[in-house]
């Protein structure tokens, strides 16, 4: 299975902070990848698909680059709806794989 | 609206099994392929199945093959995953979520989960 590695585990930021978290795969992934929030409590949400794609209705503050083995998701000018936990997710085979996740703390 | 709702969690003891069904609204079901994602407590998301939009096509997580079985209703628009030989680390949160067959990128429409306690 591809393994996602994702960094760092957690960071402390401020409303306003650009917030950048990567995710590399263990092997070439193309542009197969999507980024997901998740609060405390609530089910995840879809914020970006293959790789950049932004999801409907996900502000344009979030942002996602990379392809093949290395990733990045941005938050520009952080909210303070935007502390959660983000994860990277491979869709390039099966089975799919997660990262370990981010917390985005105040 | 577009809703997916799980039911069926509950808790079980080593070994046995437990059925958990997920049941879609709002939107055409065979449109899109089905997964399981699960999250133990304190704990990551970890993907568990898929179906795809005919129920012709299944992949499972290593944790689970074997042990698992997904499958779909399409005409009660609902998915289920049959869990047997149960582990206490199958304890976890699951959820129902879903990606368009045309692309199977982009996991859009998660339900609220159905919780699994796996204990002696």
């Known amino acids: 299975a591809i393994q996602m590695t994702q960094s760092p585990s957690s960071l402390s930021a401020s409303v306003g902070d650009r917030v950048t978290i990567t995710c590399r795969a263990s092997?070439?992934?193309?542009?197969?990848l999507g980024w997901y929030q998740q609060k405390p409590g609530q089910a995840p949400k879809l914020l970006i698909y293959?790789?950049?794609t932004l999801e409907s209705g996900v502000p344009s503050r979030f942002s996602g680059s990379g392809s093949r083995t290395d990733f990045t998701l941005t938050i520009d000018s952080l909210q303070p709806e935007d502390f959660a936990t983000y994860y990277c997710l491979q869709d390039y085979n099966y089975p799919h794989t997660f990262g370990q996740g981010t917390q985005v703390e105040i | 609206q577009m809703q997916l709702v799980e039911s069926g969690g509950g808790v079980v003891q080593p070994g046995r099994s437990l059925r958990l069904s997920c049941a879609a609204s709002g939107f055409t079901f065979d449109d899109y392929a089905l997964h399981w994602v699960r999250q133990a407590p304190g704990k990551g998301l970890e993907w568990v199945a898929i179906v795809s939009y005919d129920g012709a096509n299944k992949y499972y997580a290593d944790s689970v093959k074997g042990r698992f079985t997904i499958s779909r209703d399409n005409s009660n628009n609902t998915v289920s995953l049959q869990m047997d030989s149960l582990r206490l680390d199958d304890t976890a949160l699951y959820y129902c979520t879903r990606t368009a067959a045309y692309s199977l990128h982009g996991m859009d429409v998660w339900g609220h989960g159905t919780t699994v306690t796996v204990s002696s």
């Open positions: 293959t790789a950049s």
């Open positions: 092997q070439d992934i193309r542009k197969d």
